[in-house]
């Protein structure tokens, strides 16, 4: 079935540099991913619709300048947190869909960020 | 705005026992709804899922039961084993959203052995 990549899994950094995490999918092209955040015991909340060639669409409240999104292939989109802070600290979760193949959503293993 | 409310919010059941978890959505414009199953440390993975035409499904020991007038749906776990213990989130989404899921705000589901 699809398969969504994500990397890396865990990730520590200081307070003021930038973060890259990766969203993959394996073995079929997505040209739309979506990147969600998640507080401990909390929900999963939408942050933004990652597509392929063009500009993201960012959900209300979410700073498309803090968190920079690439979509440059059918296969790859990223996020980077720039000038990260300690209030970023969470879990970053990507999910892609095959839409040839009309499959379900699925997710990434997430990416714990913690800024220190 | 909580256009999916879950609940509860956490449950404990005995082994063998029936795990049932609620949400109750508002938007009408819903046509998918999943239900995923996380455990600490890694990402959802789909469950079962219904669309508003039927009103129940059920796949293994899980059963979304699906009630469109009342604009709720709930998943059933029979059998609940120790393996079950998880947090559970529903989620709906439009399909010409392209797959934007908005989420309840899950529940964390304790199966005693």
């Known amino acids: 079935g699809a398969v969504v990549s994500q990397h890396p899994s865990r990730v520590i950094c200081k307070s003021g540099t930038s973060v890259k995490i990766e969203c993959r999918s394996l073995d079929f092209q997505a040209t739309t991913m979506f990147w969600y955040r998640q507080f401990p015991k909390k929900s999963l909340m939408l942050m933004a619709t990652?597509?392929?060639?063009?500009?993201?669409?960012?959900e209300q409240g979410v700073e498309k300048d803090k968190f920079l999104i690439n979509h440059a292939s059918l296969t790859l989109s990223t996020l980077t947190v720039t000038s990260a802070h300690p209030e970023d600290s969470s879990f970053y979760i990507c999910?892609?869909?095959?839409?040839?193949?009309?499959?379900?959503?699925?997710f990434g293993n997430g990416t714990r960020l913690t800024v220190t | 705005q909580q256009q999916v409310k879950q609940s509860p919010q956490s449950l404990i059941v005995q082994k063998g026992g029936i795990s049932i978890i609620n949400c109750a959505y508002e938007n009408t414009a819903f046509d998918y709804f999943p239900w995923y199953q996380q455990f600490p440390g890694k990402g959802p993975a789909l469950l079962i899922a219904?669309?508003?035409?039927?009103s129940e499904k059920k796949e293994g020991r899980f059963t979304i039961s699906f009630n469109k007038s009342a604009k709720q749906f709930s998943l059933h776990i029979m059998d609940s084993q120790p393996g079950d213990s998880a947090t559970y989130f529903c989620?709906?989404?439009?399909?010409?959203?392209?797959?934007?899921?908005?989420f309840g705000e899950g529940t964390q589901l304790t199966v005693n052995p």
């Open positions: 219904i669309r508003p035409d039927v």
């Open positions: 999910s892609a869909r095959d839409f040839s193949s009309n499959s379900p959503l699925h």
């Open positions: 990652s597509n392929e060639g063009s500009k993201a669409t960012y």
């Open positions: 989620a709906a989404s439009k399909e010409t959203s392209g797959s934007r899921l908005t």
